[in-house]
T-cell receptor, first 113, second 116 residues
């Protein structure tokens, strides 16, 4: 997978927007950016993905810079239940069918009451 | 409710005693996969299956076997467990038809295995 860089930890106040950055400067033109989160030791949960346009769903928004070298995951109104490790992933070779996602260290988001 | 179910959730066993971790999904997904998660190493793919009777190795297949006799089930078999297989295991699935480039995997809740 393309290398991604995320801050190891972030804090956010409950009710405020949480903005989680990810650097993926070696991304190729046809590679998507995926975001997952893992709450404690539960199974990772898919959040959102995008190629070049900004994306929004019921969980979050994804802003990808024009040069695609970085992106930001936005949780618009963070709650205590959003406390988790957030992973930014740029998987390679998804068209081979293997679909192996590389989960690095991620960002540990702590939402404070 | 759409889900991936793993059993057992927790298991302590001894070296050499064969065990099976079951995985079942109720979403009629073609693709299923097993990962293990270890501190400092992230999640690593063990085996995957693109459909019934089609399985292949991931990044760390040594010491594991899998089978895919039915679409919904993808058991992970440890024929002779060793302490280095102590880990947190996750099963994942996805509907793959027509969506070959997607990485929107559904993960199970995990199975924590300890081999003494």
């Amino acid at each position: 997978d393309a290398k991604t860089t995320q801050p190891p930890s972030m804090d956010c106040a409950e009710g405020r927007a949480a903005n989680l950055p990810c650097n993926h400067s070696t991304i190729s033109g046809n590679e998507y950016v995926y975001w997952y989160r893992q709450i404690h030791s539960q199974g990772p949960q898919y959040i959102i993905h995008g190629l070049k346009n900004n994306e929004t769903n019921e969980m979050a928004s994804l802003i990808i810079t024009e040069d695609r070298k970085s992106s930001t995951l936005i949780l618009p109104h963070a709650t205590l239940r959003d406390t988790a490790v957030y992973y930014c992933i740029v998987p390679k070779n998804m068209d081979t069918g293997r679909r192996a996602l590389t989960f690095g260290s991620g960002t540990r988001l702590q939402v404070q009451p | 409710e759409a889900q991936v179910t793993q059993n057992p959730r927790y298991l302590i066993t001894v070296t050499g005693k064969k065990l099976t971790v079951t995985c079942s999904q109720n979403m009629n997904h073609e693709y299923m996969s097993w990962y293990r998660q270890d501190p400092g190493l992230g999640l690593r793919q063990i085996y995957y299956s693109m459909n019934v009777e089609v399985t292949d190795k991931g990044d760390v297949p040594e010491g594991y076997k899998v089978s895919r006799k039915e679409k919904r089930n993808f058991p992970l078999i440890l024929e002779s467990p060793s302490p280095n297989q102590t880990s947190l295991y996750f099963c994942a699935s996805i509907h793959s038809t027509g969506r070959i480039n997607t990485g929107e995997l559904f993960f199970g809740e995990g199975s924590r295995l300890t081999v003494l």
